[in-house]
């Protein structure tokens, strides 16, 4: 992909030099590049101009980066804006710290403009890529994507993470054989004592652990996700066979990890899990995990909702916003069902509302940000292909429950 012109960036730092650097490098390329100076501004900025991309220092005056990029991710508006973080090239732990924030990457201090241009290239056409996929492909394509997307990312990912063992190991050896040097050699020739200093040899040899660690950290996570895309996708979901029911819900609950986070208005959402010991369900396992992902995050947004308009002073006295979801074996009819109910306590829905909501089209969720085909999908899934049920009982206030029976085979 090429860059085009409109892509706006936003730049935060306080340093004027590092500002006048990147705004040449940036403006000749013809990005459109806004500055901030503090994190506040960057904020206002932020959520008023809406950037394509933001670069965020580490250290500045009132709130740090760390602290501008969790609020960044945690405004509905700004989330989805990719942040990299600016930092010094020791800076291990700051790199790590950055990326569990939420940020996508990361570029060195003193900056090497190419590297600069190529990382903030990666992710702009990596979102305009996300945006494409979102706008021209339903479900199913879309699942047959992310699966053969997991599948090109696990290859690399289990490379580096397999070659992390082994450099530990080197490392190890290495510095074994350093300490042998410093114990029979004390006294080394003046030229090597001048470049353990300039190299500060005692930092390089803590650093590098904490290096490999985080880098272990990193491929983890990306290792996990890589299991939860491909679990949800199910390349095979054109097949109606037996599944973990179970599996399919971890995997959900490990993709909307960051819905769940605590929020400047609410406390972090507390997920309850009573699972029974289910049998293997027959079942298109893709499209029920489409229908749970879809009833997880209706309740997440129905906390939101709550959560957002209650007074302070109210919210305090409030239960812990949760989610529940509980299975069970259901007999009914001398019939064997599988009994998924989840459950929040969020805002509750309308008596209106319920009169509409299974109708096609019909959201109540601002332009953007719902189709109104969610839940009447739902239970055409469970219904038509299922040949189950889906109920629903709510409380204005207090919450809403939606009940799913699958049946098992007579």
Not at 43 to 64: C, E, F
Not at 287 to 300: K, R
């Given at each position: 992909m090429t860059n085009l012109p409109s892509s706006s960036i936003l730049v935060v730092d306080d340093n004027p030099t590092n500002l006048k650097v990147l705004f040449d490098v940036l403006q000749d390329c013809n990005y459109k590049v806004t500055i901030a100076k503090n994190g506040e501004n960057a904020?206002?900025?932020?959520?008023?101009?809406?950037?394509?991309?933001?670069?965020?220092?580490?250290?500045?005056?009132?709130?740090?980066g760390f602290e501008t990029c969790?609020?960044?991710?945690?405004?509905?508006?700004?989330?989805?804006?990719?942040?990299?973080?600016?930092?010094?090239?020791?800076?291990?732990?700051?790199?790590?710290?950055?990326?569990?924030?939420?940020a996508v990457d990361y570029i060195t201090k003193p900056f090497d403009h190419d590297e600069v241009l190529a990382r903030i290239q990666v992710h702009l056409d990596l979102k305009a890529a996300q945006l494409k996929l979102i706008q021209e492909f339903g479900q199913s394509t879309l699942g047959q994507l992310v699966a053969g997307i997991a599948h090109e990312i696990n290859n690399?990912?289990?490379?580096?993470?397999?070659?992390?063992?082994?450099?530990?190991?080197?490392?190890?050896?290495?510095?074994?054989?350093?300490?042998?040097?410093?114990?029979?050699?004390?006294?080394p020739h003046p030229e090597i004592k001048e470049w353990e200093s300039q190299i500060d040899l005692p930092f390089l040899?803590?650093?590098?652990?904490?290096?490999?660690?985080?880098?272990?950290?990193?491929?983890?996570?990306?290792?996990?996700?890589?299991?939860?895309?491909?679990?949800?996708?199910?390349?095979?979901?054109?097949?109606?066979?037996?599944?973990?029911?179970?599996?399919?819900?971890?995997?959900?609950?490990?993709?909307?990890?960051?819905?769940?986070?605590?929020?400047?208005?609410?406390p972090a959402i507390e997920v309850v899990k009573d699972y029974a010991d289910l049998p293997l369900i027959r079942c298109y396992?893709?499209?029920?995990?489409?229908?749970?992902?879809?009833?997880?995050?209706?309740?997440?947004?129905?906390?939101?909702t709550k959560c957002s308009v209650e007074p302070?002073?109210?919210?305090?006295?409030?239960?812990?916003?949760?989610?529940?979801?509980?299975?069970?074996?259901?007999?009914?009819?001398?019939?064997?069902?599988?009994?998924?109910?989840?459950?929040?306590?969020?805002?509750?829905?309308?008596?209106?509302?319920?009169?509409?909501?299974?109708?096609?089209?019909?959201?109540?969720?601002?332009?953007g940000k719902g189709t109104g085909l969610g839940l009447a999908i739902a239970r055409q899934i469970i219904e038509e292909k299922h040949h189950g049920t889906i109920a629903y009982h709510s409380e204005l206030g207090k919450g809403t429950e939606f009940t799913l029976l699958i049946p098992y085979p007579e």
């Open positions: 904020l206002s900025k932020a959520q008023r101009s809406q950037p394509d991309l933001i670069l965020l220092d580490v250290l500045m005056p009132g709130i740090d969790r609020r960044l991710k945690a405004n509905e508006q700004t989330r989805s804006i990719p942040v990299i973080f600016m930092t010094a090239l020791s800076e291990t732990v700051n790199k790590v710290k950055g990326l569990k924030l939420g690399p990912v289990n490379f580096v993470y397999g070659n992390l063992d082994y450099a530990t190991e080197y490392h190890q050896e290495i510095m074994h054989l350093l300490e042998l040097y410093e114990r029979h050699y004390p006294d040899k803590k650093d590098y652990f904490q290096l490999l660690d985080s880098m272990k950290i990193g491929a983890e996570r990306i290792k996990g996700l890589v299991i939860s895309l491909r679990i949800f996708s199910r390349l095979d979901q054109s097949e109606y066979k037996l599944a973990n029911l179970h599996e399919g819900v971890e995997s959900i609950f490990h993709l909307i990890e960051h819905r769940l986070q605590e929020k400047p208005y609410r396992p893709a499209q029920l995990n489409q229908v749970l992902m879809n009833l997880l995050i209706n309740g997440i947004d129905a906390i939101d302070q002073e109210e919210a305090k006295k409030s239960k812990t916003p949760q989610l529940r979801i509980t299975t069970r074996v259901e007999e009914q009819e001398n019939r064997r069902y599988a009994q998924i109910q989840i459950a929040d306590n969020g805002v509750g829905i309308s008596e209106a509302v319920q009169q509409r909501m299974f109708e096609q089209f019909f959201t109540t969720k601002k332009m």
